[in-house]
T-cell receptor, first 114, second 111 residues
Framework: DAGVIQSPRHEVTEMGQEVTLRCKPI?????LFWYRQTMMRGLELLIY????????DSGMPEDRFSAKMPNASFSTLKIQPSEPRDSAVYFC????????????FGPGTRLTVT | RKEVEQDPGPFNVPEGATVAFNCTYS??????FFWYRQDCRKEPKLLMS???SGNEDGRFTAQLNRASQYISLLIRDSKLSDSATYLC????????????FGAGTRLFVKA
């Protein structure tokens, strides 16, 4: 079975540009999570969806960040405009359902903003 | 105080050693607990769930102590391939579920 798929795997962009990260969760999973990982702050939950509906976006750092889940098999995380401090690895994860269940991570997108 | 705290290490142990990691959490609303493993420049991968009764998977044993609010991971007969960062994960039930990762403990197993 395919795991969580993320694209692109690497993204290098200049400050001020728009960045869109993509995620395809595991088929049949109803919950999707976006995380950001940096050396300084570790792994932080940005937002999560259940049945395509955003449930908790309290981790989204500011208005420059937005996330959508138009259907059960696709989600995007957009940063506009990007800043150097957004440089990090962004992970998408999915789980079978909302609640205290195991999450399965994609390989991540390594974002560098210059 | 952080909601989930781990000793960052690193732990440097020889092959065959037994090593234990602890993780403390501050919120009594914590409902479920996991250990994840993360290799360098890779995604976190689920290692095992942690149950109140304790659970074992081969060389790995996880324990939960709700009264003292900590979980532990014991690795017996360490292998070189166990070298990784081990992340403690807590799910809170605060009306909705919130997942919190610890900062991780680095383990190096040496020949």
């Amino acid at each position: 079975d395919a795991g969580v798929i993320q694209s692109p795997r690497h993204e290098v962009t200049e400050m001020g540009q728009e960045v869109t990260l993509r995620c395809k969760p595991i088929s049949g999973h109803n919950s999707l999570f976006w995380y950001r990982q940096t050396m300084m702050r570790g792994l932080e939950l940005l937002i999560y969806f259940n049945n395509n509906v955003p449930i908790d976006d309290s981790g989204m750092p500011e208005d420059r960040f937005s996330a959508k889940m138009p259907n059960a098999s696709f989600s995007t995380l957009k940063i506009q405009p990007s800043e150097p401090r957004d440089s990090a690895v962004y992970f998408c994860a999915s789980s079978y359902r909302d609640g205290p269940y195991e999450q399965y991570f994609g390989p991540g997108t390594r974002l560098t903003v210059t | 105080r952080k909601e989930v705290e781990q000793d960052p290490g690193p732990f440097n142990v020889p092959e065959g050693a037994t090593v234990a990691f602890n993780c403390t959490y501050s919120n009594s609303a914590s409902q479920s607990f996991f250990w994840y493993r993360q290799d360098c420049r890779k995604e976190p991968k689920l290692l095992m769930s942690v149950y109140s009764s304790g659970n074992e998977d081969g060389r790995f044993t996880a324990q939960l102590n709700r009264a003292s609010q900590y979980i532990s991971l014991l690795i017996r007969d360490s292998k070189l391939s166990d070298s990784a960062t081990y992340l403690c994960v807590v799910n809170l039930n605060t009306g909705g579920f919130k997942t919190i990762f610890g900062a991780g403990t680095r383990l190096f197993v040496k020949a």
